[in-house]
């Protein structure tokens, strides 16, 4: 490829991207329907987070559960900052948070720096555990501090939701990512990640590469934070208890550790996923309800026999079996509901989608890291170069058969 | 393929299989109305075809979801006794549930999702911190928004005539219980706090404050977090000061095992005393002989004498499978939608136009509406209800009857 | 709460309280380490932080409180007897009957999860198998809080406990000057019968371990498995079950320390409250070295020490934060925690 192709493709992805960024805005401030512009801003959000935790801890290999930590640095400190000198300086709100977004991607990275020290030294859960812990200091620090309003919250000047700056900062931070895997760099925390003693043998600065991913991870967490900062303008300690370390944590997982592609997918997925059933509102009686659950323990169970027991050469065949056989599971699992809706205390009792909704996630992800443990993109890159190498593949393989 | 895709999407498969069948035939099935919106930012929605609808922000997942459905409960028993009487002008109203999860972030999104449903007014949330985000979607809908249980006296500040609330505030709360300690003759009084949260951490300020105004001692003030199950070392650390009386903000969870805990370590004088977050039919359970004799501060008592009481009580176990309200929720969020609903009657009765505008002006201009937990007036109040406060005290079958304060004379003293 | 403390002194060493501190402190951390114990034995065969440790804790206190109900302690036969002026009076054997029971069931709940949703994980990668742990932790909170009486939340009502006389140990008297003040406060220990029981439990449970672990055959296998998966299993040890067996063992320890802190302290339930405990525990376990089982008991005993002595300088705001900050010294100093032990990775 020659240099102008590649500044081209570069120059075009930049303007695409913020095309993008511009256009989703536009069409989501068209809407004019405040629920769908929340539920866009915070998927933007939390792609941030997914993807900036991934290179933490699916690239460099990092264990690290406390991302909700670099969250609450970003957004406290921005919202600090902005409340103190907001109105006493010159810039307009756009630009200002631009500013403001590099604040608290500064403090979180030296929440970054601080917690990555330790990660010289320790390994595995013995990190994951001083991350969890630092997550619950710093908590707890904000939680007694009565002039940043302790548990009941703290209100930040200048409020501003901006669909497209949360969109270009998780654009940037998957650029980031991206070109850092692609780059010489980025081989240095793969190298870490697979093994920490070969890569020291091969030269790689291991102190270094593990410091650095933390300290750019936990920036982009807290640009984020500090944009959700300026977007709820009113924040509590509630918002970044360790549940949100862990659900940060699972969208990386689920997604294929190490896969952004990935990341991105689960984190908007996962997101959206509890949100389902405010839009879509059903109700379930107990009966069909527990006969669901069961039906689809034992569709995991079944799946996973076919695919242990079940090589059928012929694709068509084998697809038309396992969905026939799903399907079919399916189907019973429903009549039986029915059929225990007519004992009493089964069909009287009804529950709606809102009371069921965190099962519903639960068993989603339950389902999805059973029959696909190394999350939904494995560690691949979703591309189109990929979509099609798996295709010959398998065309390959249907013909060597 | 050997890496699960297959069998992913075929599970996938089944699951919408599943659903498309169990939503075709059950009749439970509710459709949803898509958010198609019409009103402009900021001027609040405008009531077209035959419902009203109404939002109501709960808890019906997480760690509040004991206080959620009991509100739950209460304003969905109003609204079916307000269509079962033939609805309002004519037209029924209907109850829209958003719900929060015990979270902050996702009260802001149920609130979201039910102002682009348009809603003309909003009912919601048993706690302050989710008001607190529920508030600001209100602010800027233009729709005016009911609190249930938020006893933080920020809540209705600055609410541009559209944030109201029904119970009363930890401005009143702790003064009364801190008049209430004063007059029984205790002058050394501990604090233990929950410093999770806001209710009980205000709760504590308001109640040092006025205590200490009086004349009183605060020789102690520990902190937990809800949650915890042991409280020893705080309390030995209370048992060291020795307190006459012990000031326990925080909810009903956490009160009834310190309770014991406070016995266990051999501090039998020491009177026990809290706020609205004691109310709970578990409360002795948990509490057990050590909470017996303590005295706290409530909006209504399950044996007073009143028609409202009495009224409400039957319907809603008549409504709830014969259980009563488990938390003070239940009549809390009964009288907030009946607040609301009593404010659309008079919307229509005036023939005016039922919108969210009308509607915020009429909740504000509600004037001694007999509520189960009592009286409630909001014209010219800023949305926080002079309303009166019972001390009870707990005994072993029920909460008895004690004394009850006004705000004008708790606040003189 | 400035106002509040400053009048009283931020920082006042009482050194009459201290006994009774680390009693209290010894109470806390025992509940801690029983169970840090199943999460450590776990990690020790499977290499696996078990998050739905948590849940199983939780779901042994239902257990507990529903088996109280079952033998006639519902709160409204109480408040029958009460008004009746028979009060109902319990015996230490149902409580024998509560622990075995929450015992039993946790060990059932705990071979079930292994089985549906660990045992397929076991070649995948260690952080697959920490989220089904997670998925599964949810789906527990989640499913309890339609299935379990949660509203209002419930708890083992005081009846059930016989052992409910306080004593007290003086230590040394109260000393009084000539004009009557208290120069010097009594130095005492004040505790309930119940809490004796606990610890005496704790320490029964945990001696039972050690036998069981030291010196039987299934104990032989699981600590061959633990020490290497694939050789023991070509040694002849059904290592499936030897997994089971160790996922049933932390279970029924977390299900017997959920009874006694349910019974003993007065638990209000709900579906969340086994996350707390739980976090503190896995805790506890990393602190003394995860995998290591006297490293479990120790990381929790000096885990409740640690919170306890925290509040007793005056800091109970700051004790779930100042517990992290020593462990996370600690570990910088021992990278290994406590007493595990901190290899260097060799090529």
Known sequence: ?401 | MKNGLLQLAACALAVASMSMFAGCKDDAAGGNTTGTSTGTAGSGSEQSGDTIKIGLVVSQNGELRPWGVDCEAGAKLAEKQINDAGGIGGKKVELLIGDSNSKPEEGKSAAAKLASENVIGMIGEVSSGITKQIKTVALEKGIPLVAVGATNPEITQEGQGLISRVCYTDDLQGPVMAVFAYDKGLRKVAIMTDQKQPYSTGLSKTFAEKFKALGGQIVAEEFYQSGENQFSGQLTRVKSKNPDGIFMSGYFTEVGPMARQIRQLGMDKAVLMGGDGWDSSDLVSSGGDAIVGGYFCNHYNDAEDRKEVKDFLEAFKANNNGNLPGTTMGALGYDAAMVVFDSLKRLAAASKEINSKNLAEEIMATENYPGVSGSITLKGTHGDPAKRALVVEVQKTAFVFNKAYEASEVMAR | MDLVLHSVGGLSLDFSTLPQQLVNGLVVGAIYALIALGYTMVYGVLRLINFAHGEVFMLGAYTALLSSWVMGFTPDAISKAFKADHPLTSSPLNLVIMLLVAMAVCAIIGAIIEFFAYRPMRNQSRIAALITAIGVSLFLQYAGQLFLPANPPPSISQEVNPYQKVVSFVLSPAQMNAAGDVIKPQMDITVTVGKIVMLVTVVILMLALTYLVRYTKAGRAMRAASHDFDSASLMGINVNRVVTFTFMLGSALAGAGAMMLATFEGTAMHPFFGLQPGVKAFVAAVLGGIGNIPGAVLGGLLMGLAETLVTWIGFSQYKDAVAFVILILILLVRPGGLLGSNKVEKV
């Open chain 1, 1 to 401: 490829m020659s240099l102008s192709k590649i500044l081209g493709t570069r120059v075009l992805s930049v303007v695409l991207a913020i095309a993008f960024c511009f256009g989703l805005d536009a069409f989501v401030t068209g809407q004019l329907n405040e629920y769908v512009v929340r539920l866009v801003m915070l998927a933007g959000l939390y792609v941030t987070l997914s993807v900036s935790l991934n290179l933490i801890n699916g690239i460099t290999g990092q264990f690290s559960i406390g991302h909700a930590a670099f969250y609450m640095v970003g957004a406290y400190s921005a919202g600090i900052v902005s409340n103190a000198i907001y109105k006493t300086q010159p810039l307009a709100a756009p630009a200002y948070m631009i500013i403001s977004m590099l604040i608290g991607a500064v403090f979180a990275a030296i929440a970054g720096l601080i917690v990555g020290m330790p990660s010289l030294r320790l390994k595995g859960d013995y990190l994951a555990i001083v991350t969890l812990g630092f997550g619950e200091i710093i908590r707890i620090i904000v939680l007694n501090q009565n002039q940043w309003g302790g548990s009941y919250g703290y209100a930040i000047a200048p409020k501003y939701q901006a669909g497209w700056l949360i969109w270009l900062l998780a654009i940037i931070c998957i650029a980031t990512c991206r070109n850092l895997l692609k780059s010489a760099h980025g081989l240095a925390f793969l190298a870490v990640r697979e093994d920490e003693i070969a890569a020291q043998a091969m030269g790689v600065n291991v102190t270094k590469t593990k410091v650095v991913a933390f300290i750019v991870g936990a920036a982009f967490a807290g640009a984020a934070g500090a944009l959700f900062g300026h977007m709820e303008s009113f924040i509590n300690p509630d918002l970044f208890k360790m549940e949100v370390s862990f659900l940060v944590l699972t969208m990386v997982v689920l997604g294929g550790s190490g896969s952004i592609t990935g990341s991105v997918l689960a984190g908007a997925t996962l997101f959206i996923l509890p949100e389902l059933p405010r839009i879509v509102s059903f109700k379930m009686s107990l009966g069909l309800l527990l006969s669901v659950l069961v039906g689809i323990g034992v569709l995991v169970w079944m799946n996973r026999k076919f695919m242990e027991k079940y090589h059928e050469p012929d694709k068509l065949k084998r697809t038309l079996v396992v969905a026939g056989a799903n399907i079919g599971l399916a189907v019973l699992a429903v009549v039986v509901g029915k059929l225990l809706n007519n004992i009493p205390q089964f069909g009287t009792t009804t529950y709606d989608a809102n009371k069921i909704r965190y099962m519903i996630l639960a068993v989603v992800l339950l389902v999805i890291m059973l029959l696909k443990p190394t999350g939904l993109l494995g560690h691949h890159e979703f591309s189109w170069d990929w979509v099609k190498r798996v295709l010959n593949r398998n065309k390959a393989g249907e013909a060597s058969a």
